[in-house]
């Protein structure tokens, strides 16, 4: 028979190893969860330097054209860059709905979710 010495050993024991566990669960869960985070982050990097290649020479061609149109290659560049600011000044105002609460909740659904890879009941 067992002593309470020897009882509370084993269960100090097991209450160490079931803290070391669930740390390691911790870490893993946590550099799944970064993973995921940095490999939408690469993504959306690789897909926005694309569009803003293309729209940079769609915009140089769209200006050159309506250079071309107009007779005053300056002014065809003068809209191009005046239709920027519009759209420059539409995003300030409205970046709150269209940037900040969309990045907050991507961000709040990835890391209070559950795991994929976990098969827990």
Same mark, same amino acid.
């Given at each position: 028979?067992?002593?309470? =010495?020897?009882?509370?050993?084993?269960?100090?024991?097991?209450?160490?190893?079931?803290?070391?566990?669930? /740390?390691?669960?911790?870490? &893993?869960?946590?550099?799944?969860?970064?993973? !995921? &985070?940095?490999?939408?982050?690469?993504?959306?990097? !690789?897909?926005? /330097?694309?569009?803003?290649?293309? $729209?940079?020479? /769609?915009? !140089? $061609? #769209? /200006?050159?054209?309506?250079?071309?149109? #107009?007779?005053?290659?300056?002014? =065809?560049? %003068?809209?191009? +860059?005046? $239709?920027? &600011? %519009?759209?420059?000044?539409?995003?300030?105002? &409205?970046?709150?709905?269209? !940037?900040? *609460?969309? %990045?907050?909740?991507?961000?709040?659904?990835?890391?209070? +979710? *559950?795991?994929?890879?976990?098969?827990? $009941?």
């Amino acid at each position: 028979m067992k002593t309470i =010495g020897e009882e509370i050993k084993e269960w100090q024991e097991y209450l160490t190893s079931y803290a070391n566990a669930e /740390a390691e669960l911790f870490k &893993l869960r946590l550099i799944d969860r970064m993973t !995921v &985070l940095f490999s939408a982050l690469i993504t959306k990097v !690789v897909i926005l /330097a694309f569009v803003l290649v293309s $729209a940079l020479l /769609a915009s !140089v $061609a #769209l /200006a050159f054209w309506l250079g071309d149109t #107009l007779k005053s290659l300056p002014l =065809g560049f %003068v809209i191009v +860059s005046g $239709a920027y &600011l %519009v759209l420059l000044v539409l995003f300030v105002i &409205l970046r709150q709905p269209l !940037v900040e *609460k969309p %990045v907050l909740s991507l961000l709040l659904e990835l890391f209070f +979710s *559950k795991p994929h890879h976990d098969n827990e $009941a």
